[in-house]
């Protein structure tokens, strides 16, 4: 299962960190994912973290602004989200990507890579 929390209310310039809590399996054997869907929007990924290396990817839109990273301890991947701007407001899901597909070009290779979704959590940013 996964655990999406962290979401909120913020101003544009601010800062918000999402946390993701995996339970029932090991950060270490898969790629953790974030996506967002805004209102009439498809949804898109925002960021994964690969399970190999540690490495991570981000979309254009966030490049500079978010960062991803994860405490296998507590078995939490964090977004930490930083000058956030109104075209940021959206649900954001974490999911799993069972192909290990997070890759320097994309952050999964198709959605059919997810196996499992977070419940989504909403970031809203607006003054």
């Known amino acids: 299962q996964l655990q999406a929390s962290g979401g909120g209310l913020v101003q544009p310039g601010g800062s918000l960190r999402l946390s993701c809590a995996a339970s029932?399996?090991?950060?270490?054997?898969?790629?953790i994912a974030w996506f967002r869907q805004a209102p009439g929007k498809e949804r898109e990924g925002v960021s994964c973290?690969?399970?190999?290396?540690?490495?991570?990817t981000y979309a254009d839109s966030v490049k500079g602004r978010f960062t991803i990273s994860k405490d296998n301890a507590k078995r939490t991947v964090y977004l930490q989200m930083n000058s956030l701007k109104p075209e940021d407001t959206a649900v954001y899901y974490c999911?799993?990507?069972?192909?290990?597909?997070?890759?320097?070009?994309?952050?999964?290779?198709?959605?059919?890579?997810?196996?499992?979704w977070g419940k989504g959590t909403q970031v809203t940013v607006s003054s």
């Open positions: 999911a799993r990507d069972w192909e290990r597909s997070c890759s320097d070009q994309s952050i999964v290779s198709s959605l059919s890579a997810v196996d499992y």
């Open positions: 029932g399996f090991s950060l270490n054997h898969f790629d």
């Open positions: 973290l690969k399970s190999r290396d540690g490495g991570a």
